[in-house]
């Protein structure tokens, strides 16, 4: 059920995702204090987690 789609040049998979509906609901709430899509805070998030594992890997 992965699709390639277009957005700003960058080729992106669509993903299932199936959350809880209280973790939805915090989601939904921050991305709603941040200004952002729900897709777009779950995308963020997940970002800023890789970016992170990279930052301990290279460290050890």
Request: proline residues 2%; hydrophobic residues 30%; charged residues 35%.
């Amino acid at each position: 059920m992965e699709k390639n789609t277009t957005e700003k040049g960058k080729a992106k998979k669509q993903v299932p995702l199936r959350l809880s509906q209280s973790l939805y609901n915090e989601i939904a709430q921050w991305a709603e204090d941040d200004f952002r899509s729900m897709n777009g805070q779950i995308e963020y998030l997940l970002t800023e987690c890789v970016k992170y594992r990279k930052k301990k890997l290279n460290k050890e």
